[in-house]
């Protein structure tokens, strides 16, 4: 039995259109499923996440993200963003829900907040790019507004330091998965998530250093 059944059965939703039950006739039974499916699956990331942060008080926790977004379409990736120092608009830690039924997990990633980025935002993130790659980390790369992942190298890493000093790409996030498809126990899961966020923490730091002027 998997260790997460509503957020397995809620990835099956991606990009899904939801309507108000009473307003989705035939459709209403479906909808009213749709939407119990899908709480219970924010529930579920979220005890996660409250799991994880009860490991790193810390931190100042924000709150786990919808759903569904504004065009009622589901959005089973779950995000929550987790504050140390600095402003809202500067990079930070998140926990983020990826894949499909098949094969899902959490993601650890350092990076910001797109609605609350300032002027300096991009600049700060994408100094994750100075420091040397460590093993199990990738990076997730914003190109002519498409994400690709690409893999944490030393040879990758000089190639996408080249790209950003000629503006080819826009922003670089570094990311450490932990899967959830085969997961034993909670405890097992919270173990591998403290291991991500270590291994994350140099980079963290790295978008902390003063910018060049």
Same mark, same amino acid.
């Given at each position: 039995? %998997?260790?997460?059944?509503?957020?397995?059965?809620?990835?099956?939703? &991606?990009?899904?259109?939801?309507?108000?039950?009473?307003?989705?006739?035939?459709?209403? #039974?479906?909808? *009213?499923?749709?939407?119990?499916?899908?709480?219970?699956?924010?529930?579920?990331?979220?005890?996660?996440?409250?799991?994880?942060?009860?490991?790193?008080?810390? +931190?100042?926790?924000? *709150?786990?993200?919808?759903?569904?977004? &504004?065009?009622?379409?589901?959005?089973?990736?779950?995000?929550?963003?987790?504050?140390?120092?600095? %402003?809202?608009?500067?990079?930070?830690?998140?926990?983020? +829900?990826?894949? /499909?039924?098949?094969?899902?997990?959490?993601?650890?990633?350092?990076?910001?907040? #797109? *609605?609350?980025? /300032?002027?300096?935002?991009?600049?700060?993130?994408?100094? @994750? $790019?100075?420091?040397?790659?460590? /093993?199990? +980390?990738?990076?997730?790369?914003?190109?002519?507004?498409?994400?690709? *992942?690409?893999?944490?190298?030393?040879?990758?890493?000089?190639? $996408?330091?080249?790209? $950003?000093?000629?503006?080819?790409?826009?922003?670089?996030?570094?990311? @450490?998965?932990? /899967?959830?498809?085969?997961?034993?126990?909670?405890?097992?899961?919270?173990?591998?998530?403290?291991?991500?966020?270590?291994?994350? &923490?140099?980079?963290?730091?790295?978008?902390?250093?003063?910018?060049?002027?």
């Amino acid at each position: 039995m %998997a260790l997460f059944p509503a957020l397995a059965a809620f990835l099956s939703y &991606q990009g899904d259109k939801y309507m108000a039950p009473e307003k989705a006739g035939e459709l209403e #039974e479906s909808m *009213r499923e749709m939407k119990h499916v899908a709480q219970t699956a924010r529930k579920e990331f979220q005890q996660l996440a409250q799991a994880f942060h009860r490991f790193q008080p810390h +931190l100042d926790m924000h *709150r786990t993200s919808q759903w569904m977004n &504004q065009a009622q379409i589901a959005r089973p990736h779950f995000w929550t963003y987790f504050q140390a120092e600095g %402003a809202v608009s500067e990079p930070m830690f998140a926990l983020r +829900l990826y894949g /499909d039924q098949r094969a899902y997990g959490i993601s650890v990633e350092v990076s910001f907040v #797109e *609605r609350k980025k /300032d002027e300096q935002s991009l600049a700060k993130q994408n100094q @994750v $790019l100075q420091v040397a790659v460590t /093993d199990s +980390l990738y990076y997730m790369v914003q190109e002519n507004g498409e994400s690709r *992942r690409v893999a944490g190298t030393e040879a990758n890493r000089a190639l $996408l330091l080249e790209q $950003l000093a000629q503006d080819k790409i826009r922003k670089v996030l570094v990311k @450490v998965d932990v /899967d959830l498809t085969e997961a034993a126990s909670i405890e097992a899961v919270l173990s591998q998530l403290g291991e991500a966020f270590a291994t994350l &923490q140099p980079y963290y730091q790295a978008t902390r250093m003063p910018l060049d002027d």
